[in-house]
């Protein structure tokens, strides 16, 4: 039996979909690599199409600003589908350099700012749901996230955390020691409707547990697994997908 129909939406240089396919068939989709240049030469393919996924790496060598160019395209090529997409009810989520571009699509809130530390950070980190978020894709997860991040601009900017969280848009926050300078830990962020949601870190990257660093060192734990948010994103998709 085949899952819901998704589609990994890619540009030059993106790295991360090979993961993102993963992660979506273990979670019981049906992914499809797409570059974002031939989706806007058919966007009636979204029409078939129950879940975005936009993957992360360096999309456009990050030229201009991390995800500025694939957030372009996006913008003048697939604007008003996107925007139906989201109307629609069916889930997208972007991933690191997805969340850039999400954020410079106007389709999240908020900026990704160079981290403060002003260096290129690749470690891993611990995420915390934020029990009040309306973000389906982190609902009643099992327990705090544990993932890699690898980013020089994910340091999350935002004027009013407050405001973004009592309106249960904030989605994830580090539970670990803020990587980035993210304003409030904030890791990840929804739009109103909960089926929109950008993160820095990479939950494709630990959906078996042995891709965990020490996974050999402890006792098997697989409520850390980034899988389990995939798997509420499918069965959001699942929900609306006819």
């Known amino acids: 039996m085949t899952g819901v129909p998704a589609i990994v939406l ?13 992660a979506l068939e273990l979670a019981g989709a049906t992914p499809e690599i797409v570059r974002a240049d031939r989706l806007a030469d058919a966007p009636e393919r979204l029409d078939d199409t129950a879940l975005v ?40 989520i972007g991933i690191c350099n997805g969340f850039q571009v999400l954020t410079r699509t106007g389709l999240l809130p908020g900026a990704l700012g160079h981290n403060r530390s002003g260096t290129f950070d690749c470690r891993w980190v611990e995420l915390a749901p ?8 982190t609902r009643d997860l099992p327990g705090p996230l544990e993932c890699p991040i690898a980013h020089g601009e994910g340091r999350y900017v935002h ?10 848009q904030v989605a994830l926050r580090y539970a670990s020691p803020n990587p980035n300078g993210s304003v409030a830990d904030i890791a990840g962020v929804c739009d109103p409707t909960g089926r929109v949601l950008g993160l820095m870190p990479h939950p494709e ?8 660093p020490r996974h050999h060192r402890r006792a098997a734990d697989d409520t850390t697994l980034g899988l389990h948010l995939f798997r509420n994103g499918v069965r959001a998709a699942e929900e609306v997908w006819t």
């Open 10 to 22: 890619v540009g030059p240089g993106t790295n991360r979909d090979p993961d993102a396919v993963l």
């Open 53 to 92: 996924l936009v993957a992360g790496g360096f999309s456009y060598a990050d030229a201009l600003g991390a995800g500025r160019m694939l957030a372009l395209d996006l913008d003048v090529g697939l604007g008003d589908a996107l925007a139906r997409f989201v109307a629609d009810g069916r889930p997208i």
């Open 130 to 137: 934020e029990p009040a978020s309306a973000c389906v894709w």
């Open 159 to 168: 004027p009013d955390p407050d405001a973004l969280a009592g309106a249960g």
């Open 205 to 212: 990257n630990h959906v078996l547990a042995r891709q965990h």
